[in-house]
């Protein structure tokens, strides 16, 4: 399957121009109150993104806090407690190396609109994504995460999830072939047992870099 097509960029139209040259104050305006509309939901993605991010941050620093507390304290189990370890330290390199690249993936249609990021690791095949502000799903659909390799090749699917009440969502580390080369990540609303190629239309979508 060839590489979807990019999501056509939006245009802004241009103010008609009078008979006598003159252009009217109404298209001034216009263009003024797109522009701060523009501005306020750049504001809105960061701040959601921030909230976002210290939230998980939070949680898996308390999570590994935990984990090791609870290894020092049974020596008998400490071989379970070691695989969690090693779960929670590998998402933490994924939010945190160097090499991972993060792509916020955003609606494409609406102003003010749900957003997400993929923290991906390209060296390990290790993935993390994080959304919120999702729109809830019917019963028998749910959202799926695509990794679009470079080269043409066909999509890969990167998991089902459905929003929480909190209208939040994640995917932590789901099995993906290692040393792919990410283009794009998208998001499509798909039947509750997954599909095999997206649907659309594309709900959100990030280029990689």
């Known amino acids: 399957m060839s590489d979807l097509p990019k999501t056509q960029s939006l245009l802004l139209s241009h103010p008609k121009i009078e008979a006598s040259g003159r252009v009217p104050v109404y298209c001034a305006m216009t263009d003024e109150t797109t522009q701060t509309k523009r501005r306020n939901a750049l504001t809105w993605l960061g701040w959601l993104l921030a ?34 370890l090693d779960h929670v330290n590998q998402v933490v390199a994924v939010l945190s190396s160097p090499e991972s690249q993060h792509v916020v993936l955003s609606e494409t249609r609406q102003p003010v609109h749900p957003v997400g990021q993929v923290s991906w690791l390209q060296s ?42 909190d209208h939040g969502a994640t995917l932590v580390l789901p099995p993906l072939p290692a040393q792919t080369t990410a283009k794009r990540f998208l998001v499509t ?6 599909s095999e190629t997206p649907s659309l239309p594309i709900v959100m979508q990030g280029e990689s870099r």
Do not use: C
Request: charged share 15%; proline share 10%.
């Open 124 to 165: 390990q095949g290790a993935l993390v994504f994080i959304a919120g502000g999702l729109r809830d799903v019917p019963p028998d659909k749910a959202y799926e995460l695509w990794l679009v390799p470079a080269g043409g090749k066909a999509p890969i699917p990167a998991g089902l999830f459905r929003p929480d009440p």
């Open 189 to 194: 609303v798909e039947p509750g047992r997954g």
């Open 51 to 84: 909230a976002l991010f210290a939230v998980a941050t939070a949680a898996l620093a308390h999570h590994v806090t935990w984990l090791r507390e609870q290894a020092n304290a049974a020596q008998g189990s400490t071989a379970q407690m070691k695989m969690q």
